[in-house]
């Protein structure tokens, strides 16, 4: 860990103690905002900007041939992401709304920078992003799981995109842009999460498309370890097709927690259509399992 990218880390440490903080927080004040616990978003952020600078502190180090490109948007993203997590959490101290909040001048001030960082840290993760995913790694599954990792997850920070811009009957004094699809943002949602159980909620596929850069890594570590015990999983053509089927998996869940949002549906009250689509996927999914491992 020592050629890890230092601002990176010490980012990911200053957002967990962040979190540990933020979860003190929500026990002693229980105070709302939204429905939900004042203290809630700014801990998700910090669990959330704590695991993505951890893995990009990893991901940056597999790179060889452009050190100092990749130095540069390693330390873009640490400056995008103090400026989110500063802005959120003084807007939690003033208990107030951070996103989509147009409410008074200085609120659509905050508003706008956020903006920017939001741009920063997209335009940073792609050119990193770019730069690791061209590097051929010691080994395929660890080549692909970067590759795949990097794509979904770029895909779900652009799935946040969904929620700017006005929306119809929308107050633009108040608010431009919304996570919550067929409602207002607010009202019933999951325990901490928040995330809507009466409309659709734009922020699901969003996390979920993020996390693919820790999640699928993950699994490529987990099937290393397992082929010590299975003999079925040690060629690494195995190990590359199920990273490649896992993928596939995530990907199809992503898109269709944005298909399910779009059409103002709650996560936990799926439809017919819905349901049948996960089905698919997750018989697809077993098929190729099942025929990965038998060949």
């Known amino acids: 860990m020592l050629k890890w990218h230092r601002p990176l880390m010490i980012f990911a440490g200053l957002m967990t103690v962040c979190a540990a903080v933020f979860l003190v927080l929500i026990l002693v004040d229980h105070r709302q905002l939204d429905g939900v616990p004042l203290w809630a978003k700014p801990l998700k952020f910090s669990i959330s900007f704590a695991l993505y600078s951890f893995v990009w502190a990893w991901l940056l180090q ?136 009466a409309g659709g909620d734009l922020r699901i596929p969003h996390f979920v498309g993020m996390h693919a850069l820790q999640l699928l890594p993950l699994l490529a570590l987990a099937l290393a370890a397992l082929a010590r015990r299975y003999p079925r999983l040690e060629p690494p053509a195995v190990r590359l097709r199920l990273v490649f089927t896992a993928a596939a998996l995530y990907g199809g869940i992503m898109l269709l927690t944005l298909w399910q949002a779009l059409r103002g549906q709650p996560l936990i009250h799926p439809d017919a259509a819905t349901l049948a689509v996960a089905a698919a996927l997750a018989v697809a999914t077993a098929a190729a399992v099942w025929k990965v491992t038998r060949a």
């Not at 706008?112 to 995913?133: E, S, W």
């Open 62 to 197: 597999l790179q060889h041939r452009a050190r100092r490109l990749s130095w540069w948007m390693g330390t873009a993203l640490v400056a995008a992401g103090v400026g989110e997590t500063a802005l959120i959490f003084f807007q939690a101290a003033r208990w107030h709304r951070s996103h989509f909040n147009q409410s008074t001048e200085l609120d659509g001030n905050i508003w706008k920078a956020m903006g920017i960082t939001i741009g920063v840290l997209m335009v940073a993760q792609l050119v990193a992003g770019i730069t690791v995913a061209l590097e051929r790694q010691a080994d395929a599954v660890t080549t692909w799981t970067v590759r795949l990792g990097l794509l979904i997850s770029t895909l779900g920070l652009g799935a946040g995109g969904f929620m700017l811009g006005p929306k119809p009957g929308e107050n633009l004094d108040v608010a431009v842009g919304a996570h919550t699809v067929g409602l207002q943002d607010g009202g019933p949602g999951l325990p901490l999460l928040g995330w809507s159980t």
